[in-house]
């Protein structure tokens, strides 16, 4: 233990640079750094606020281990992996903090219990403000693919992203003439998943005067799979007047 607390800061960062890229390539070489029971270190350095180098190579490493396997990302979750990921994304920006939203992007990819839990830490309303604030376009598109992963295994887990707006942003990124052509798709790829979940008629009708197009196909046809049947819901959608912003659409 004593001659752990002697490593410096710039060995700390190679080291995590070094198990990242052996943690890339395989399940197998990525459960030998978590056998080597380093989860705790890495985790440690992840959430470095005097070390912005150190806490971006952590988490890095942390990604490859989170997008391996659903045992390696529930080993992430129990070191408190998300908490890691959250705090790199609070302190930093840019490029450093990318890592951290493509890994709460793979731990909720990995299944519908993670993801619900990556949604209860907060992570939604973090990644809709990195949305709004950030500049860097690969870290935007980070946040919308994140998002996606988020959103996609059911109904419960697209709620937060009407809540907190998610759609607007997502929207507003995807017709935003700068922005990249892979920020545009992951946009357009992340609405059409999260809209396919989504059975809040309050966050799908604002939409039908705010997408584009190519976005309001996905919201008629959602809107098309949760009005029949529904008596609320048809109610709701005559008295807000979003049935005659159709009619006049046709």
């Keep these: 233990e004593g001659r752990r607390d002697v490593v410096d800061n710039p060995l700390k960062r190679q080291i995590c640079a070094c198990l990242a890229h052996i943690a890339k390539h395989s399940v197998k070489f990525a459960e030998e750094v978590v056998n080597a029971n380093l989860l705790p270190l890495i985790i440690e350095c992840a959430k470095s606020n005097e070390d912005q180098l150190l806490s971006k190579n952590a988490c890095v490493l942390l990604k490859e281990l989170s997008r391996q396997s659903e045992d390696l990302a529930n080993s992430v979750v129990d070191a408190d992996g998300i908490g890691a990921f ?52 690969n870290c935007l598109a980070s946040a919308a693919w994140a998002l996606g992963q988020i959103g996609k295994h059911s109904v419960e887990h697209a709620i937060p992203m009407g809540e907190y707006d998610v759609y607007r942003e997502l929207i507003a990124h995807f017709q935003k003439d700068g922005s990249s052509d892979d920020l545009q798709l992951k946009c357009k790829k992340a609405l059409k998943t999260l809209l396919a979940n989504c059975a809040d008629l309050r966050s799908l009708e604002p ?23 529904n008596g609320a819901n048809q109610k709701a959608f005559v008295t807000s007047g979003a049935l005659k912003f159709v009619q006049e659409m046709a």
Aim: proline share 4%; net charge negative.
């Design 86 to 137: 959250l705090e790199n994304c609070r302190l930093y920006e840019g490029s450093t903090r990318t890592s951290s939203v493509m890994g709460l992007g793979f731990l909720a990819a990995s299944s519908e219990e993670v993801a619900m839990t990556v949604i209860e830490k907060g992570s939604v309303q973090l990644l809709r403000d990195i949305l709004v604030s950030e500049m860097d376009q």
């Design 207 to 229: 939409l039908l005067g705010d997408a584009p197009p190519k976005v309001q196909k996905y919201v008629l046809k959602q809107l098309c799979n949760s009005l029949p049947g």
